[in-house]
Nanobody, 120 residues
């Protein structure tokens, strides 16, 4: 069974930085892509950033230039470096992964989420 577990959330003042980590564990064949979503109270979950198996990345316009996603394939881990944080970045951040359990079957997996709060 595949599991994703996030870490690194917390509280920070505006302008501060945080780094989130998400590690995939369990039995699987390979990971295609991993990413980060966030959901603020009363809002829909939105894509923050994604990195594919080749290292290609995409970002939400609201975080471009401030957030950096990276991936350590050897550790099955994805990171989100968040700089110059703003109050509007406050949300629960979720890790997701498109993972092949076998050579032919795949699914999208989610972590339980980690809270990020940006306030003075």
């Amino acid at each position: 069974q595949v599991q994703l577990v996030e870490s690194g959330g917390g509280s920070v003042q505006p302008g501060g930085s945080l780094t989130l980590s998400c590690a995939a564990s369990g039995s699987f064949f390979r990971i295609v892509a991993m990413g980060w979503y966030r959901q603020a109270p009363g809002k829909e979950r939105e894509l923050v950033a994604r990195v594919n198996s080749g290292g290609g990345t995409e970002y939400a316009d609201s975080v471009k230039g401030r957030f950096t996603i990276s991936r350590d394939n050897a550790k099955n881990t994805v990171y989100l470096q968040m700089n110059n944080l703003r109050p509007e970045d406050t949300a629960v951040y979720y890790c997701d992964g498109y993972i092949y359990e076998t050579m032919k079957t795949w699914d999208q997996y989610w972590g339980p989420g980690t809270q990020v709060t940006v306030s003075a």
